[in-house]
């Protein structure tokens, strides 16, 4: 049997017992008949959100931005896109929210800016402007060459000349990106002016973008590519090198100690990390004495294959990897990666939701993923994601998992009077929340009942988890606080399985499944299960 992990503390916060939800403001709800989602749209969807069980809701960037990347490239830290609505649109979604119980985080994107924010228009003016020290410029190499070898995250090389001053600013994602020079002092503290800002309005904590990005070698030195790996020079494709010059410095936890603290300030909020890492890496975010990020983003069952014995074996190594006072957290689906429907196909996301639902730790649902939306097919000369422009033969565009919410049968699902930003796939008509809703075997219906269970039973939310054991179709574990045991088995496969544990006996009450018919039945000794199948059984 797999190790037992539980928090030490008694006591566990709001971020610890709730559920996130991720919305991607501009597909979400829009109000104003632009094909675009916004604040007052959000604000009409909040009871839907209440309905589900949310407790949290984090929204990607809402700042003032030309949108090169789609509100990732900040020109105004402490204001809202005119698109989005107006700052007083942003104070009545606030009260709304917190009016029924829920929590609203921000995204921060504090490793670069846009090129439009005033901060770097004085920046490049002069080598001798007074925030020249605020980004990072850099000379050619003797030999008129680029200062090293580091790449774009979007592709091709990550540093852009800059002709009036004769030297290089360095963007790890778009040249319209420039990254902020974290070493500086005055950044630190105008980045900690901003994020108190936002805490000082009552916001719940931030979501912070790519924080492992955020402080580079001293030194600039070139990055080495992959041991054994064979490329031409000029095929500029970041993961052809390994990062270890660029990202994931030992000083960035000096910054996140900073975002911590001041974070404390305030009562009851969270800081949550954006960071793919392995393992041994991201928990180092929790910091040495737990006083840095509260939630390093877990990515692991976005980038696995769905294997349950690889799936098991990241789980008890995440579990062992984690600092006694770390509290786990899981992710499924964000705006960055392909939707869990398309990547394991729609049979199998309902198991998906079981696992991410009943693992120990916070989970976070990407808007859309509750009624089995997939990724939609965008045609090429309708992709509008700079990823997937920089490199159109790789078929790496976002857009196809950041399409418009699908509510109801209507004209645009319901999703707005004008025709979207992005288009809605062909069967929004029948897969919608509002046609879902009706539907017990929905897998709306489904996430609602779990999310209300994993509310009801502490040994879901708070309890300790153990592995049963895992083979080539089926992963089980162990959910246990006080005297309550629940017993999760879920098939991986599209085959029928048997759950057959080598030592223990278990015997219970299946009180959850993806087949609503086996809700109440007794199991006991040999569990037979269905392809596609997961049961949540109360052990007598």
């Not at 403001?25 to 604040?39: E, K, T, V, W, Y």
């Amino acid at each position: 049997m797999g190790q037992i992990r539980t928090q030490l503390q008694t006591e566990h916060l709001w971020w610890q017992q709730g559920v996130i939800y991720q919305i991607y403001p501009r597909s979400f709800q829009d109000s104003d008949g632009d094909g675009i989602g916004d604040l007052t749209g959000i604000i009409s969807r909040l009871d839907y959100l209440h309905w589900l069980g949310i407790d949290c809701i984090w929204l990607s960037p809402i700042f003032p931005s030309p949108m090169a990347d789609f509100g990732y490239d900040i020109s105004d830290y402490e204001g809202i896109h005119p698109l989005f609505g107006k700052m007083e649109d942003f104070d009545e979604l606030l009260r709304e929210v917190h009016s029924r119980g829920m929590k609203l985080l921000l995204d921060l994107v504090p490793n670069h800016t846009s090129d439009q924010h005033p901060w770097f228009l004085e920046s490049r003016s002069s080598r001798d402007n007074a925030k020249r020290d605020w980004y990072i410029w850099h000379n050619r190499r003797p030999d008129g060459s680029l200062p090293n070898n580091w790449l774009s995250v979007f592709g091709g090389h990550a540093w852009e000349w800059d002709e009036t001053t004769q030297q290089y600013y360095y963007h790890a994602f778009l040249k319209e990106q420039p990254d902020l020079n974290w070493r500086n002092p005055e950044v630190q503290q105008a980045m900690l002016d901003a994020m108190r800002f936002w805490l000082e309005k009552g916001i719940d904590g931030f979501r912070v973008d790519v924080m492992w990005h955020m402080i580079k070698d001293g030194q600039f030195r070139d990055n080495p590519p992959f041991p054994g790996s064979t490329f031409d020079a000029d095929d500029l494709i970041y993961d052809h090198y390994i990062p270890v010059y660029s990202t994931d410095q030992p000083e960035v936890h000096d910054i996140v100690r900073m975002m911590r603290k001041l974070t404390d300030e305030y009562d009851e909020r969270v800081l949550i990390g954006e960071i793919y890492l392995p393992v041994d890496k991201l928990v180092t975010y929790y910091g040495l004495d737990g006083k840095e990020a509260h939630l390093p983003f877990n990515f692991q069952l976005l980038m696995l294959p769905w294997d349950p014995t690889q799936i098991a074996m990241a789980i008890d190594e995440y579990e062992g990897a984690l600092p006694d006072q770390g509290w786990p957290n899981w992710v499924l689906s964000n705006h960055d990666r392909p939707r869990i429907s398309s990547r394991i196909g729609s049979s199998q996301a309902k198991i998906a939701a079981m696992l991410l639902l009943t693992l120990r730790g916070t989970p976070t649902i990407y808007y859309g993923d509750e009624i089995g939306m997939c990724d939609v097919p965008i045609p090429m000369d309708e992709i509008v994601d700079p990823q997937g422009l920089h490199a159109p033969d790789l078929n790496v565009s976002r857009d196809p998992a950041r399409t418009p919410m699908q509510w109801d049968e209507k004209f645009n699902a319901g999703f707005s009077t004008h025709k979207p930003w992005l288009r809605l796939p062909y069967n929004s008509g029948r897969v919608n929340v509002k046609m879902q809703k009706k539907d017990p075997y929905s897998a709306l219906s489904f996430y609602r009942t779990l999310i209300a269970l994993r509310k009801e039973h502490p040994a879901l939310h708070v309890g300790s988890y153990s592995l049963v054991y895992s083979d080539s179709q089926l992963i089980s574990y162990i959910r246990k606080h006080e005297d309550m045991r629940f017993l999760v088995i879920l098939n991986l496969s599209h085959r029928p399985g048997y759950f057959k544990p080598k030592t223990e006996v278990y015997k219970g009450v299946v009180i959850f499944g993806t087949e609503n018919e086996r809700a109440g039945m007794q199991v006991e000794g040999i569990i037979t299960l269905g392809g596609d199948e997961g049961l949540l059984i109360r052990l007598e």
